[in-house]
């Protein structure tokens, strides 16, 4: 058992899985020349963000705003006619609309940095595809390629758009008719969600990597599913890092790296072979 235990957290299990983006970080220190593929991507990050920040966290706010008073509107009726003595209440009320507040917050930056992602990897996919085959080459010492004309490629992203988005709809919208079941319901929808973002993220992520190999939507979902649970691990670590506002405009190219890295390790594994 211990050793079975020590196989999953060590070597390619969930603990290796999550420092990938920090082995990305250090692959850039030891190549400063990698900097360059990731100048324009950054660039268009800062564009997006500024969008997105100035127009999501705005209405965000107001939103976060609304439901803290609904609640605390609705908890404070609900104290005022309890006994003398269970005064105390109060403050434990207190307590949870910070901590209510807080968690709407942590969201709302989820949510503005996990649309900046599927904006910023879009938009910076030929800057992130020239930095995915250094990558690769730096790694392997090889890169491999099929090419395809230029409509076909349009075709291709637009396609994978499409079936993330399908995706989204048909994992998504069960979960959100789950949450109106108070208790169990709200847990299974909350973990469900967080579960979707992360394959999301993680095949955001590794696709520069799998996009030159010209592979389906579902086979790039099985081989996130067949690497974990490294993978999991690193989405996670990936929707964190993304969800720091300022920070994400430089960890969101440095997340497409440590994809490429996180694949190029397990390429003889996930191939088969």
């Known amino acids: 058992m211990w050793k079975t235990l020590k196989r999953t957290l060590g070597g390619f299990g969930t603990i290796d899985g999550a420092t990938y983006p920090f082995k990305a970080l250090m692959t850039f220190i030891q190549n400063p020349r990698l900097i360059q593929y990731i100048v324009m991507p950054i660039l268009v990050n800062l564009v997006m963000a ?3 920040y100035s127009g999501l966290l705005y209405f965000g706010w ?5 439901v803290q008073g609904d609640v605390t509107l609705w908890l404070n009726e609900l104290i005022t006619n309890l006994p003398q003595w269970l ?3 109060t403050y434990l009320v207190s307590g949870l609309i910070v901590i209510l507040r807080f ?5 709302l930056f ?3 940095g996990f649309l900046l992602t599927q904006f910023g990897v879009l938009l910076g996919a030929p800057w992130y595809g020239q930095l995915s085959e250094q990558l690769e080459q730096y790694r392997t010492g090889k890169v491999e390629l ?10 291709r992203a637009i396609l994978y758009e499409l079936k993330k988005l399908v995706l989204i709809a048909l994992v998504g919208i069960p979960l959100l008719l789950i949450n109106f079941f108070p208790g169990v319901g709200t847990v299974v929808s ?7 973002t992360t394959t999301i993220v993680c095949l955001d992520f590794l696709d520069s990597y799998l996009e030159r190999r010209r592979l389906k939507f579902r086979q790039k979902l099985g081989i996130v599913f ?8 690193f989405g996670l670590v990936c929707l964190g890092l993304i969800s720091i506002p300022l920070l994400n405009l430089i960890t969101i190219p440095l997340c497409v790296a440590s994809g490429t890295l996180f694949i190029c390790d397990r390429q003889i594994k996930l191939s088969g072979r």
Do not use: H, K, M, Y
Request: net charge negative; no cysteine.
């Open 110 to 112: 989820i949510a503005t």
């Open 190 to 196: 909350s973990v469900g969600s967080l579960v979707l």
């Open 146 to 155: 099929i090419e395809l004309n230029i409509v076909s490629d349009l075709g």
């Open 226 to 233: 067949r690497s974990l649970p490294a993978s999991g691990s």
């Open 87 to 89: 005064g105390f209440l």
């Open 103 to 107: 968690l709407l917050v942590v969201i």
């Open 50 to 52: 500024i969008a997105l």
């Open 62 to 66: 107001q939103i976060v705003d609304g």
